[in-house]
């Protein structure tokens, strides 16, 4: 999509700190990052929120929490925990409309968030 700043990462038009990436997902650094582990994963697929997925993208949701695992893995923080989040709408936080999950860890995570 045109204009959507992760549609363009994930066709390398735009700068990131890539961490994973195949032809169905990508996951990049955050660029203003809220723990000392914050990155996200996006499918490739402009989806404009976790609203817009279908019953036909359950491979994709399936795919994006594997690699959000993996990458905790490699970043040591599988065992000590990860907050995985996706925001839907602006009331939630939601700032970059597509789609896109959290992934945060190497600190203490408060709950409620604020
Ligand atoms: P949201 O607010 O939509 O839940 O999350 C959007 C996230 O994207 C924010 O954490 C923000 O820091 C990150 N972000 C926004 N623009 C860019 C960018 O150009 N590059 C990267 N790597 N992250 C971005
Ligand atoms: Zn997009």
Redesign the pocket.
């Known amino acids: 999509m045109e204009d959507c700043?992760f549609c363009r990462?994930a066709q390398g038009e735009?700068d990131?700190?890539i961490l994973y990436s195949d032809e169905e997902v990508v996951a990049?650094?955050?660029?203003?990052p809220?723990a000392p582990v914050h990155f996200?994963v996006i499918p490739r697929k402009h989806l404009h929120s976790a609203f817009q997925l279908g019953e036909e993208d359950q491979h994709l949701l399936y795919k994006i929490f594997h690699v959000i695992r993996e990458i905790s893995r490699e970043k040591g923080i599988d065992q000590e925990g990860v907050r995985i989040l996706?925001?839907v709408a602006p009331g939630a936080?939601?700032?970059?409309f597509h789609l896109?999950f959290?992934a945060l860890g190497g600190r203490r995570m408060l709950w409620p968030p604020g």
Do not use: E, P, R, Y
């Not at 990049?28 to 203003?32: E, L, Y």
């Not at 936080?93 to 970059?96: A, E, F, L, N, P």
């Open positions: 700043i990462i735009m990131a700190k990049f650094q955050d660029i203003n809220q996200l996706t925001n936080g939601q700032s970059v896109h959290h």
